[in-house]
């Protein structure tokens, strides 16, 4: 079916972390194709990185649902850039006929990334490579030449703690931000709760649900200390230090971009005292 599309469309089907992690990925295809990039997926986390993309749209409207169905058909594009999981190539069979150019698939993360209950974490890897890396090496099979995109450090006096629900028992608890936060202001640490949208939390905290705020919010910098999830991703791409305890995933494969601290349960020591220590070495690294 021939229309007037000259854009690349990517698409990238992810969560709030994945997206962060691709970022490098966005940044290599704008520079290879030029100001052409639209941008399929959910809207919310695409439009934290639009400087790579001439339009984005979110994937729930009807118009993308020829994508997905095998009973319709929809317009072509130049070229098609999915960024996901296609583990039996079924997506890939059906929108290389949407791709006037040859498809590119970048495999989202390595097979044994994920946690299983029966191994250690990353063992059924044959190598430990952190998420950014291995979407870039896959650029050169298409002749694209991979960048990756900066993360300028955001040096602040601030600790925002991110305390969520623990819905596995791996995750360090709500109650222990709490107390951290009351350890690091009793040393005069200038240290605020963040709230998640589904957490009550006691005292004050500070309640963002806007993502275009948030990113505000990260503005003046700082150390965000939570568990392993979006928002730390998030901020480590905004230029947040992150101190990020993990459970089930490996932090050499998952950790936050730019400047950060990777804590294991079960592995490492992860006392209220140990991760305060952490913070107040951090700040003194920052000048603070």
């Given at each position: 079916?021939?229309?007037?599309?000259?854009?690349?469309?990517?698409?990238?089907?992810?969560?709030?972390?994945?997206?962060?992690?691709?970022?490098?990925?966005?940044?290599?295809?704008?520079?290879h194709?030029?100001?052409?990039?639209?941008?399929?997926?959910n809207?919310?986390?695409?439009?934290?990185?639009?400087?790579?993309?001439?339009?984005?749209?979110?994937?729930?409207?009807?118009?993308w649902?020829?994508?997905?169905?095998?009973?319709?058909s929809?317009?072509?594009?130049?070229?098609?850039?999915?960024?996901?999981?296609?583990r039996?190539?079924?997506?890939?069979r059906?929108w290389?006929?949407?791709?006037?150019?040859?498809?590119?698939?970048?495999?989202?993360?390595?097979?044994?990334?994920?946690?299983?209950?029966?191994?250690?974490?990353?063992?059924?890897?044959?190598?430990?490579?952190?998420?950014?890396?291995?979407?870039?090496?896959?650029?050169?099979?298409?002749?694209?030449?991979?960048?990756?995109?900066?993360?300028?450090?955001?040096?602040?006096?601030?600790v925002?703690?991110?305390?969520?629900k623990s819905f596995?028992?791996?995750?360090?608890?709500?109650?222990?931000?709490?107390?951290l936060?009351?350890?690091?202001?009793?040393?005069?640490?200038?240290?605020?709760?963040?709230?998640?949208?589904?957490?009550?939390?006691?005292?004050?905290?500070?309640?963002?649900?806007?993502?275009?705020?948030?990113?505000?919010?990260?503005?003046p910098?700082?150390?965000f200390?939570?568990?392993d999830?979006?928002m730390a991703?998030?901020?480590?791409?905004?230029?947040?230090a992150?101190?990020?305890?993990?459970?089930?995933?490996?932090?050499?494969?998952?950790?936050?971009?730019?400047?950060?601290?990777?804590?294991?349960?079960?592995?490492?020591?992860?006392?209220?005292?140990?991760?305060?220590?952490?913070?107040?070495?951090?700040?003194?690294?920052?000048?603070?």
């Open positions: 079916m021939q229309n007037n599309y000259d854009d690349i469309l990517v698409v990238h089907l992810g969560g709030l972390g994945d997206i962060c992690l691709a970022e490098s990925v966005f940044l290599s295809l704008c520079r194709f030029g100001n052409r990039l639209a941008g399929l997926g809207r919310r986390f695409l439009d934290l990185f639009s400087m790579h993309f001439t339009k984005t749209f979110g994937v729930e409207s009807r118009h649902l020829y994508l997905f169905s095998e009973k319709m929809g317009p072509d594009w130049r070229r098609i850039a999915f960024i996901g999981k296609d039996r190539g079924n997506i890939r059906r290389r006929s949407y791709s006037r150019e040859e498809l590119i698939f970048i495999d989202m993360y390595p097979e044994g990334s994920f946690p299983d209950p029966e191994k250690p974490l990353g063992s059924a890897l044959e190598e430990k490579i952190y998420i950014e890396e291995y979407q870039l090496r896959q650029l050169k099979a298409f002749g694209i030449e991979p960048a990756q995109a900066a993360v300028i450090p955001k040096k602040g006096s601030r925002i703690l991110y305390p969520e596995t028992k791996g995750k360090w608890a709500p109650e222990n931000f709490i107390a936060k009351e350890l690091l202001a009793a040393d005069g640490v200038d240290a605020v709760l963040m709230k998640p949208p589904d957490l009550d939390l006691p005292g004050i905290s500070v309640a963002i649900q806007d993502l275009a705020e948030v990113k505000e919010f990260f503005g910098g700082g150390i200390v939570s568990n999830s979006g991703h998030f901020a480590g791409a905004c230029g947040l992150t101190v990020t305890v993990f459970a089930d995933f490996d932090p050499a494969i998952w950790h936050s971009r730019g400047l950060n601290i990777s804590l294991q349960l079960n592995v490492d020591d992860v006392s209220m005292e140990t991760v305060g220590n952490m913070i107040r070495n951090a700040l003194k690294k920052q000048g603070r």
